[in-house]
């Protein structure tokens, strides 16, 4: 059984439409692991190290400390 033209082109797109929405999926949660990270540092910096994280990965990916 050979594939046609179209049948390839299909899977193509449909490849390409997966890999986005995967893509957008990965952005959104980095997103929302450096707002995690920057919501426990300004906790740890507010209780003096009684909650939250220390500034393990420095403190200049969190613009509102």
Do not use: H
């Not at 300004?42 to 939250?52: A, F, I, P």
């Amino acid at each position: 059984m050979q594939l046609k033209r179209y049948q390839v082109i299909l899977a193509v797109i449909g490849l390409i439409v997966a890999m986005g929405i995967v893509g957008q999926s990965d952005f959104e949660e980095a997103e929302r692991q450096q707002a995690e990270y920057c919501d426990m540092v300004k906790l740890w910096k507010q209780t003096k190290g009684q909650s939250g994280w220390p500034a393990y990965n420095g403190e200049g990916m969190c613009q509102r400390l």
